[in-house]
């Protein structure tokens, strides 16, 4: 079965500081990767998906994430925090034969400080 | 369009009574999820829905656990007997197909028992 790490339960940053939000995965076999946020008092959206293809992919809100195959991980990262950013990241993965079922991590809550 | 939409938003229970939580799917959603969102522990899966396909019940606890889902669209999740460690958020999520789609989650019924 698969798991998700997602290492750091808690990252406070300084507003206009970049940011990376780390996690890994346990299987070596084909996956699709997913960041979700949930912002407060709000539900969990979609941020990113990497289905195939390039590596890169961009998301919503200057957001962006990296498949790194090789060490099955799939960070999070944006180069310029703003405090609206502040909300609980959740990174998921599900078997690429599998198109239903999907693991989340533990999530980290970001907090953007002025 | 409305969104996916959850009731009741809060539940307090006395230890040994059943509650039902509702889930109303975006209108055209053919999947539908129950997530379990506990204090630091992240969302643990517990039932899909597909259309007219035998639900996944592989995330289900306990057998106190059930749900269903009427005519494709509004879903019910049933806990019986409940117990204190039933305390959590219990999410809805849909979407248009499974997992490549976006799932959109409803804001959770939290759950007390106690």
């Known amino acids: 079965a698969q798991s998700v790490t997602q290492l750091d339960s808690q990252v406070p940053v300084f507003e206009e500081a970049p940011v990376e939000l780390r996690c890994n995965y346990s299987?070596?076999?084909?996956?699709?990767l997913f960041w979700y946020v949930q912002y407060p008092n709000q539900g969990l959206q979609l941020l990113l998906k990497y289905l195939s293809g390039s590596t890169l992919v961009k998301g919503i809100n200057g957001f962006e994430a990296e498949f790194n195959k090789s060490q099955t991980s799939f960070h999070l990262r944006k180069p310029s925090v703003h405090i609206s950013d502040t909300a609980e990241y959740f990174c998921a993965v599900s078997d690429g034969g599998s198109n239903y079922k999907l693991t989340f991590g533990k999530g980290t809550l970001l907090t953007v400080n002025p | 369009g409305a969104g996916v939409s959850q009731s009741p938003s809060n539940k307090v229970t006395e230890k040994g009574k059943d509650v039902e939580l509702r889930c109303d799917p975006i209108?055209?959603?053919?999947?539908l999820y129950w997530y379990r969102q506990s204090l630091g522990q992240g969302l643990e899966f517990l039932i899909y829905f597909q259309g007219n396909s035998a639900p996944d019940k592989s995330g289900l606890p306990s057998d106190r656990f059930s749900a269903e889902r009427t005519g494709g669209s509004v879903s019910t999740l049933t806990i019986q007997r409940t117990q204190q460690e039933d305390s959590a958020v219990y999410l809805c999520?849909?979407?248009?197909?499974?997992?490549?789609?976006?799932?959109?989650f409803g804001n959770g019924t939290r759950l007390t028992v106690t």
């Open positions: 209108s055209g959603h053919t999947a």
């Open positions: 999520a849909s979407s248009l197909e499974g997992v490549v789609s976006p799932l959109h």
């Open positions: 299987s070596s076999v084909s996956v699709y």
